[in-house]
């Protein structure tokens, strides 16, 4: 049976030979037992907390030699008594095997040492910490806000931030907020350029600060937090049953909604210990990968958009496929984009009756699609202009995706072989037969063609789901499992889950507080991190290079700014 | 097609009015008539048909509350885009910015005043046209780059250099391509170019006589030339210069209401003038069995126009070091090579 618990009970593996590369928690305590104040064990992983100066010691240490070579996300919050960094810590060859490194600093001088030197990654998250809960991290290139404005005062997830307190931003301090926007400094060979917030090319409301050196791009700094909605407070003030499941749709609004709704189901229910029918996995399962199929038809059709120039062919036979799929989401879910289909323990409603017409509908589009996508790669793939705008520009290599802790169909396209949903299995994918596809570019190329093959896969999925559905015993088809009105998991229990969205891996952490409230809800957004390695990517290259890359990254801004 | 009268000897003999006064009044009645014939395919052209021509290639519907076939969006658009208030952003450089959208508009229509049309339509019809044709259109330049600069904004600043580097690049081999037909031709009068295409046989089918247009004489010049009009145009794959997606329109991003009718006038304008010099030059002008030469002249510069549009929907833009590339090391070799090749074939034949 496949049920959303899997066997990550850290305690189980303190029995497990005490080798670090395989991330038994008694050798990797023993790795790092210098810094090490003691053990405290999240649901998903063991976790160590450690002296506030010595977290690259560790972070190295655990680096080089246990593999721990990806920084899924950090977390930051504040206690009674302490604030706390929690390093989210995983292997892209096997994110089962985790470590969470907890940081503790004391409330009068919340100062710790930044893991930005070892992890580039961790140069936006820890930003963001600060930002929010207002942690400092020491020696840390570029501490500033990052999602609110740099006027804001007082950090709002902080115990003691008074949200009724008027914003006051003095007049004569920021009359012009533009002011040291417009030029470089002192570089007469250069001009300074804002892209957005308002542009066709950012997707979203995205301002990237950049530096042109004539058609070239010297320096790249994208700044977010235009489209910051506090997803994350307004999760810790709903119920976990009931009033959490409508917030995820608004992350991902590709529409990625039941993959971004089955990252909190998957966290609350590991939290709360229960069990999916597999009936249900099966029915999330093919929802999801339909949400995956319309979030791809978008990267794609929007992608093309930079490249060719607005409303051309090709974005509008992407939307008009994608409009398919929307119609058939509709049906399952009853609404296009905001889906809220999934329920702890299960999903909201079964398949609408008739259902012979339901599966028709979905067959209908499966048969049609590898026409489309043939349509597609004579269109764009093959096309020797389209060749020329996309291979080897915006180029990302395997080890600076991996040290920006890039994943989904951006670190497949560098050829790293992750994907959530084979290493860490949920759901119904471990019984199903489908392929984890890589491309070896790193360029834009690379991340389309990943993006098509994708969708081929999706359509596989669903193909053999809708088989599974079809002829699922009448008297079985539990959607929900027994689930109790009122959550209260116990108090200190953590855990944080991820599960493969449309940009890639999408995670929720949870620290339960005893109530039925979250006492702390952090969202990993792969976006977030994807879009943290654009510098890395567009320096160098010409502004439309700049802009396919970021077509190319596919960031929703819902998702990057939460 | 024998060289005909021009168009205001023409308005003068029918209104039967003399002398400098009859002249002048007779040349302006010429000129107007040869404006309102283009700007009433523009008025066509922009509003209407790029919509409904996009529209078929993305399998969309487009335009069909207003009137019949949706064709009353153009006086619906006209009417709404010249009510719109006329932003003039701070710091501006005011008489080039209130100049450039003239200056691009009326040099593509300018240069209309040589080009044969037929059925007589035709205002001038001086001995250097083909010169003058190019001289007239190339001041396009001048206008995209006065408004890139005067908008005092960054993007059009970029998207004016773009659009000069790019016209630079594309006019010579553009110009030589054109010297080939030249070559031909011996003549640079735009109604002597006509006439010899019209009236050399190239080979007689089933008895229908095949016109020696120089497409079918030399289609590697043809191609050539309608590769570098479409940059001379600014149309995908060489729409560089206002490259929505990358600089927001370029150029033309901060004008408003009348001045960005003009400027998006002047730009129909331009590819119709595209039209016309391919048509003129390589397909007979308004030559044509059974209609009218004013109606093949019409159907020659839509098609060019449909090509552009089909270009425009399914062609990605190239990168600007790639268009300046494909321009200086491509385009322009080929056209030396088509020249001396003509030349040599030419000097050979002896024709």
Known sequence: MSTQQEDDTPDVDDAAPATPASGSPAALEALIEDHVLEREDHLNAPGFV??????????????????????????????????????????YDDPTQEVSIIVPTSRDNPVSETAE??????????????????VEYDDHPNLERILLP???????????????????????????????????????????LNIGPHHPATHGVLHVETVLDGEQVADVNPDIGYLHRCEEQMAQKGTYRHQIMPYPDRWDYGPGGILNEWAYARTAEDLADIDVPEYAQILRTMGGELCRIA?????????????????????MYAMRDREVVQNILEDLTGQRMMLNYLRLGGVVWDIPEPRAEFFESVRDFLDELPERLDEYSDLITSNEIFQARTVNTGVLDYETAKDYGVTGPVARGSGVDYDVRRDDPYGYYPELDWDVVTEDGGDNYSRLLVRMEEVEQSARIIEQCVDLLEGWPEDERDIQANVPRTLKPEAGTETYRTVEGAKGEL???????????????????????????????????????????????????????? | MATQTPLPDIISDLLGVGGFLGDAVSMLVAAALVGTIMLTMTAFAGPWAKRKITAAFTDRISVNRVGPWGLGTIVVDSVRLLSKELVIPEGVDRPAYDLAPIVLAGSALFAFAVIPMGNGIQLADPEVGLVFVFAIASIASLGLIMGGYASNNKYSLLGGLRAVAQNIAYEIPLVLTAASVVLFTGTLQLSEIVAIQQNTTLATIAGVRIPAWFAFVNPFAFVLFVVANLAEVGRNPFDTPEAPTEIVAGYQTEYSSAYFVLFYLGEFIHIFLGGAIIATLFLGGPGGPFLPGFVWFTIKIWAVYFFTQWCRSAIPRVRIDQLIGIGWKGLLVLSFANLVLTATALGVTGL
């Not at chain 1, 246990?66 to 960094?85: I, K, N």
């Not at chain 1, 115990?159 to 002011?179: A, G, M, R, S, W």
């Not at chain 1, 979030?295 to 974005?315: Q, W």
């Open chain 1, 117 to 134: 030197p070892v992890f580039r990654t961790a140069d936006w998250h820890e930003r963001e910490a600060y930002d929010l809960v207002g």
């Open chain 1, 50 to 91: 450690i002296r506030a100066d010595a977290v690259q010691d560790v972070l190295s240490t655990l680096k080089t030699e246990a593999g721990f070579d990806h920084l899924s996300c950090v977390t930051a919050e504040e206690h009674e008594d302490r604030f706390e960094s929690i390093y989210h810590l995983r292997k």
């Open chain 1, 150 to 192: 740099d006027t804001w005062q007082g950090h709002p997830l902080g115990l003691d931030y008074n949200q009724n307190k008027p914003q006051i931003v003095t007049f004569d301090e920021h009359k012009n907020p533009l002011e040291g926007h417009e030029q470089a400094a002192d570089d007469s060979d250069t001009m300074f």
């Open chain 1, 295 to 315: 979030c791809h038809m978008l990267a794609l059709g929007t992608f093309c958009l930079d490249i060719y120039g607005d409303f051309t062919a090709i974005f």
């Open chain 1, 507 to 562: 995670g929720v952490y949870i620290r339960a507080d005893g109530t039925e409230k979250p006492g702390r809800f952090k969202i990993r957004s792969p976006c977030f991190s994807n879009l943290s390695a654009l510098k890395e990517m567009s320096t160098g290259e010409y502004i439309p290079d700049l802009v396919a890359t970021l077509g190319s990254l596919d960031v929703i801004l819902g998702e990057v700014d939460r």
